[in-house]
């Protein structure tokens, strides 16, 4: 579980497939806090920590979550945003997250205001139900509140910390980011369903 809040970016330095998974080795500035094992958030996807050394650490996403995910357009030198899973006796900064991403959504449009970003983003019309005005949603990791929502499209404000402390700077229009729809949301519109 996640609040996507962004404790870090990392770089990834080497990629190895194996059969239909991926391996990724990522060096940041908390690899040499975390364990074999965790749980830590790759762009707003959980992944098992399977190394852990002074400056990298080794994760592999398998078919499943490369074709839910962008992570199987990284590239060596990609950069990631990083998220260790919260504590439960902390504050819950952004939103309730686990890591596990819905789809993709492609950016059509970035515009530069006097101190922030608006971005754009269309996503698949199907998942129309969960995107609601002044919402909480997750981009890459990052919890962000939507607006001017439409039937297959938003818009997200950045602030001058969350643009340069993650790897949004480096969204353009046409990058895919992942996107992971509010859990409560998704119970709300599934307990609406008739059977």
Same mark, same amino acid.
């Not at 297959?152 to 993650?166: D, E, G, R």
């Not at 969204?171 to 996107?179: K, P, T």
């Given at each position: 579980?996640?609040?996507?809040?962004?404790?870090?970016?990392?770089?990834?330095?080497?990629?190895?497939?194996?059969?239909?998974?991926?391996?990724?080795?990522?060096?940041?500035?908390?690899?040499?806090?975390?364990?074999?094992?965790?749980?830590?958030?790759?762009?707003?996807?959980?992944?098992?920590?399977?190394?852990?050394?002074?400056?990298?650490?080794?994760?592999?996403?398998?078919?499943?979550?490369?074709?839910?995910?962008?992570?199987?357009?990284?590239?060596?030198?990609?950069?990631?945003?990083?998220?260790?899973?919260?504590?439960?006796?902390?504050?819950?900064?952004?939103?309730?997250?686990?890591?596990?991403?819905?789809?993709?959504?492609?950016?059509? /449009? +970035?515009?530069? #205001?006097?101190? !922030?970003?608006?971005?754009?983003?269309?996503?698949?019309?199907? &998942?129309?139900?969960?995107? =609601?005005?002044?919402? /909480? +949603?997750?981009? #890459?990791?990052? !919890?962000?509140?939507?607006?001017?929502?439409?039937?297959?499209? &938003?818009?997200?404000?950045? =602030?001058?910390?969350?643009?340069?402390?993650? #790897?949004?700077?480096?969204?353009?229009?046409?990058?895919?980011?992942?996107?992971? &729809?509010?859990?409560?949301?998704?119970?709300?519109?599934?307990?609406?369903?008739?059977?």
């Amino acid at each position: 579980m996640f609040t996507g809040i962004v404790e870090a970016t990392g770089i990834v330095k080497e990629i190895f497939a194996s059969g239909t998974n991926k391996s990724f080795v990522i060096e940041s500035s908390i690899s040499n806090e975390l364990k074999v094992d965790q749980s830590l958030s790759h762009s707003g996807v959980c992944l098992t920590v399977e190394e852990a050394g002074a400056s990298q650490h080794k994760v592999t996403a398998i078919a499943e979550t490369l074709a839910k995910s962008n992570l199987g357009d990284l590239i060596k030198g990609s950069v990631v945003n990083l998220e260790r899973c919260m504590l439960m006796n902390g504050r819950i900064d952004g939103h309730i997250v686990q890591g596990h991403v819905d789809d993709t959504a492609t950016c059509t /449009s +970035i515009t530069k #205001n006097d101190g !922030s970003w608006e971005y754009e983003f269309e996503f698949d019309p199907k &998942f129309a139900g969960l995107v =609601i005005e002044k919402g /909480s +949603i997750c981009l #890459n990791g990052i !919890s962000l509140t939507i607006f001017n929502v439409k039937t297959n499209s &938003f818009k997200v404000a950045i =602030i001058p910390y969350t643009f340069t402390h993650t #790897n949004i700077q480096f969204v353009q229009a046409g990058s895919r980011v992942n996107i992971e &729809f509010d859990i409560i949301g998704k119970y709300i519109l599934r307990n609406n369903l008739k059977p």
